[in-house]
């Protein structure tokens, strides 16, 4: 007597008939897998950003061109209208070295991201965040992915989300009194598959827009006039303001379509001199206070001729 077929259960076929599906789906192309992960999931930043722009979405998305080429983000910070607009093509770029390698280790190891992050979600308590905090300002040597999930953690973990740096580059930022720590896995597999189809740079913001083109958008979103400017080492003057503004004219006489944001300052305004200057407001995202944010006014820079 023949053995009885296998079924699987809710169904009446046989596993003879179900295997070769199976293996169909294990099959289809990481391409394909990756059209319907993104369908499903929409990025947002990995990280908590000193002047993230996740409250101003509204007002720049409204101002990008109906059709682009390449995104060029020079100052990408937390990459929040990047991760909005998922382009097809972008280039993103920033002067600090860890959120650039950050970023480029989770188009290549994501899971060994979470694998780390992991051991901080266990881990995590006062005492295991400075030692943490520690080995990462004694920059020992350590993987890619151990070095980005720390990142992670300590930005998630720190007081009020604040990333700062001294004049040596050391993160000083004290334990920010969270009781539990716990990452947003599927936001950074979300998040991998949008870096995936971007150019990361680090570096200086002129060279990272120097081959942007007619027809391609970059948004520019520097350091505020008058803010903090300490999430990296060395220090955004007063020149460099006047040099992102030139730069900003010079894209748009190549025919570069150009958004920029800054704080509503005197200085701000004369720097850019008969552009559109709409000036919005929002709570601020830092503050020395956690409940004493305060609303922060500045403004959304566009060419007039292409208002």
């Known amino acids: 007597m023949s053995a009885p077929h296998e079924h ?11 295997a070769p599906r199976a293996r169909q789906v294990a099959r289809r192309p990481r391409e394909e897998l990756a059209v319907e992960y993104r369908a499903t999931h929409q990025a947002t930043p990995v990280l908590k950003w000193l002047g993230g722009k996740t409250k101003l979405l ?8 109906a059709r682009f080429g390449r995104y060029f983000e020079p100052f990408v910070g937390g990459a929040a209208l990047f991760f909005r607009v998922a382009p097809e093509r972008a280039v993103l770029a920033d002067s600090n070295p860890d959120l650039i390698g950050l970023y480029t280790c989770l188009t290549r190891d994501v899971a060994g991201v979470i694998r780390k992050l ?28 151990d070095r980005a999930a720390t990142f992670i953690y300590l930005n ?6 604040l990333w700062r ?16 720590f716990t990452p947003d896995v599927e ?40 803010t903090f400017t300490s999430y990296a080492p060395g220090s955004f003057t007063d020149v460099d303001q006047a040099e992102v503004a030139h730069l900003a ?13 800054n704080a509503d ?6 720097l850019y001199a008969g552009w559109t200057l709409d000036r919005v407001s929002r709570q601020g995202t830092v503050s020395c206070k956690g409940a004493g944010r305060a609303r922060v006014a500045e403004l959304i820079i566009t060419p007039r001729s292409r208002a």
């Not at 699987?8 to 179900?18: C, D, E, H, L, V």
């Not at 740096?165 to 004290?174: E, H, T, Y």
């Not at 300052?265 to 004369?270: N, Q, V």
Request: aromatic share 8%; glycine share 8%.
């Open 265 to 270: 300052t005197p200085r701000i305004r004369a």
């Open 58 to 65: 509204p007002e720049l998305t409204a101002r990008l061109p």
């Open 8 to 18: 699987t259960a809710g169904s009446n076929a046989p596993a003879k008939q179900i």
């Open 118 to 145: 992991e051991h901080h979600r266990t881990a995590h308590s006062e005492s295991h965040y400075y030692t943490t905090r520690t080995r990462w300002n004694d920059r020992e040597l350590w993987s890619s992915a």
């Open 187 to 226: 936001n950074l597999r979300a998040a991998a598959l949008e870096l995936q189809r971007a150019v990361l740079r680090t570096g200086d913001y002129r060279a990272a827009v120097d081959d942007a083109l007619a027809g391609d958008v970059v948004y520019m979103d520097p350091p505020y006039d008058g």
């Open 249 to 261: 004219r010079t894209l748009d006489a190549r025919g570069v379509h150009v958004i920029v944001s």
């Open 156 to 161: 998630k973990t720190c007081f009020n989300g």
């Open 165 to 180: 740096v001294n004049r040596s580059g050391a993160f000083n930022v004290g334990w920010g009194k969270h009781a539990t």
